[in-house]
């Protein structure tokens, strides 16, 4: 346990972070997941890219790590998109 003033604050605010952080992260992995699952939906993926793009800005992850993700999502969806076009003919 912190004994000084400064840490005890610091411990608070890791804290109320943490919890913070978790709760985007989850929202943005069931997003993800949810894409997934629903074989890259246009609406779904739109959502996804939105999720990211908060955690983004949001400064809860890096730009470089959404840039990435959303990167491998779209290469995804396109290639769903494609063999749904390829089965529809």
Do not use: W
Not at 21 to 39: C, G, I, Q, V
């Amino acid at each position: 346990m912190p004994i000084k003033r400064a840490s005890v604050k610091d411990v608070r605010k890791t804290k109320t972070r943490t919890a913070y952080n978790t709760e985007h992260t989850a929202k943005t992995k069931l997003a993800l997941d949810m894409a997934r699952k629903s074989n890259y939906a246009p609406e779904k993926v739109v959502d996804a890219v939105k999720q990211l793009d908060k955690l983004a800005q949001k400064g809860i992850v890096h730009k470089n790590t959404a840039a990435r993700k959303k990167s491998r999502l779209m290469k995804k969806a396109n290639a769903a998109k494609v063999v749904t076009k390829a089965t529809a003919s």
